[in-house]
């Protein structure tokens, strides 16, 4: 079983404040997808990274996916509060998925 | 339309009911996911379709629980003789054909279930 850990669970921060949430595992993915999920919704990609090392810029989002693609971050710099939701990490393989537990983020204006 | 169609949005049963739920993928989509999402937690993978192929039925966590898939197209999971545990959310999300990477899964809103 492939398992993704994902850390903190929840974040509450000020609006211009920067974070960093992480999602690890002991596995290799072929590749890592995060999501962004707001209540009452189904989850929404934001990137799909595939090379090791790999960095990946969104607006004020960076994604990086480990040397070994074990592992990736998310960094938001000056958080607003509609960034506010369910950040979910998945590492595919095989063309199958697993997701982490989600990391819920609140950002107060 | 557009993207992936869930229904129905809510349902509310008794325990011990049997419930259907469906979910319409976008066209074209070849493989079809069904998730179970607890509140604020991750997705938890319950079955998996890919064109013709036999499905990965791995994640069910019962034998109540059954997925069919007809004409390649449409998707019914369904729960037998429900239980207060299977409360959650149940979420579809459609692909293109993953092959050995990836493709980006896209996801319907959701069916809410409540089991009293």
């Known amino acids: 079983t492939q398992l993704l850990e994902q850390s903190p669970q929840f974040l509450s921060i000020q609006e211009g404040e920067n974070l960093t949430v992480y999602c690890n595992s002991s596995s290799v993915f072929s590749s890592l997808q995060w999501y962004r999920q707001e209540p009452g919704e189904g989850p929404v990609l934001l990137v799909t990274?595939?090379?090791?090392?790999e960095v990946k810029k969104l607006k004020r989002l960076t994604f990086q996916f480990g040397d070994a693609r074990k592992d990736s971050s998310l960094h938001i710099t000056a958080a607003q509060p509609g960034d506010t939701g369910l950040y979910l990490c998945a590492g595919a393989w095989a063309g199958k998925s697993t997701f982490g537990d989600g990391t819920t983020l609140t950002v107060k204006p | 339309g557009a993207g992936v169609s869930q229904s129905p949005s809510n349902k509310v049963t008794e325990k011990g009911k049997d419930v259907e739920l469906r979910c319409d993928p976008i066209?074209?989509?070849?493989?079809l996911y069904w998730y179970r999402q607890s509140l604020g937690q991750g997705l938890e993978f319950l079955i998996y379709f890919q064109g013709n192929s036999a499905p990965d039925k791995s994640g069910l966590p019962s034998d109540r629980f059954s997925a069919e898939r007809t004409g390649g197209s449409v998707s019914t999971l369904t729960i037998q003789r429900t239980q207060q545990e299977d409360s959650a959310v149940y979420l579809c999300?459609?692909?293109?054909?993953?092959?050995?990477?990836?493709?980006?899964?896209?996801f319907g809103d959701g069916t809410r279930l409540s089991i009293l």
């Open positions: 066209s074209g989509h070849t493989a």
């Open positions: 990274v595939v090379t090791g090392g």
């Open positions: 999300a459609s692909s293109l054909a993953p092959g050995t990477g990836h493709q980006p899964q896209h």
